[in-house]
């Protein structure tokens, strides 16, 4: 079974200041996707960035950005400049990679709430 | 556009009772899931659907059940709520892997059982 654990409960930045969120995981597989998600007060849960881990290259979305370690099984997200509306409760997910039915399930973190300050 | 539709945004309901919440997707999606939401768990798979009639237990599936008649709906049943099911509910929906993966969630449905 996988578990992904965000350390972080609770961040707050300044607006225009960078900010890094911690997720790290744990897996016996070699090939899985990682996810990073995005919850605002609206609650409608929204796709940030996503990283394939046979991809060394880390990914970037505009002003958010990964460090994937895969050998120490991190997988942090950075926003850059951020934005009033960067705030949010960030979930980092696990998925398997394949083509087996049931590979598509994500397993959560418990979320990081960050907290852009004007 | 993605659209995944959760047709009660706020429940209350008493304990014991039955309780549907319903989950509809026009994307033509062959996987379907519900989780619930709760403060310092985060998000843990109740049912998921990869086809019609077709359901696979998640991590949490106690005291729920699952209904899908339809390709584009995914019911999730308390049979006998209780107080403990107070929650956030999330529906998703996907094409299966071989289609893509990215997973697209609904609004969320909070149920309060009193």
């Known amino acids: 079974a996988q578990t992904v654990t965000q350390s972080q409960p609770e961040m707050s930045v300044q607006e225009a200041e960078t900010v890094t969120l911690s997720c790290t995981y744990d897996?016996?597989?070699?090939?899985?996707?990682l996810f990073w998600y995005k919850q605002p007060p609206s609650r409608q849960m929204i796709l940030v960035i996503r990283?394939?881990?046979?991809?060394?290259q880390n990914a970037t979305e505009n002003r958010f950005s990964v460090n994937f370690q895969k050998a120490a099984k991190s997988f942090s997200l950075k926003i850059s400049d951020s934005q009033l509306g960067d705030t949010a409760m960030y979930f980092c997910?696990?998925?398997?990679?394949?083509?087996?039915?049931?590979?598509?399930?994500?397993?959560f973190g418990t979320g990081t709430r960050l907290t852009i300050i004007p | 556009d993605v659209k995944v539709t959760q047709s009660s945004r706020y429940l209350v309901k008493r304990t014991g009772e039955k309780v549907f919440l319903e989950c509809v997707q026009d994307?033509?999606?062959?996987?379907m899931f519900w989780y619930r939401q709760d403060p310092g768990l985060g998000l843990r798979l109740i049912y998921f659907s990869y086809d019609v009639k077709m359901k696979e237990k998640g991590d949490i599936p106690e005291g729920y059940s699952v209904s899908r008649e339809k390709k584009e709906r995914f019911s999730l049943i308390l049979e006998s709520a209780s107080t403990n099911q107070t929650s956030m509910y999330l529906c998703?929906?996907?094409?299966?892997?071989?289609?893509?993966?990215?997973?697209?969630f609904g609004e969320g449905s909070w149920l309060t059982v009193v």
């Open positions: 897996t016996s597989e070699n090939n899985y996707y």
């Open positions: 990283q394939e881990a046979y991809k060394q």
């Open positions: 997910a696990f998925m398997k990679h394949g083509t087996n039915f049931g590979n598509e399930k994500l397993t």
């Open positions: 998703a929906s996907s094409f299966p892997p071989w289609r893509g993966n990215t997973i697209y």
């Open positions: 994307m033509d999606h062959e996987n």
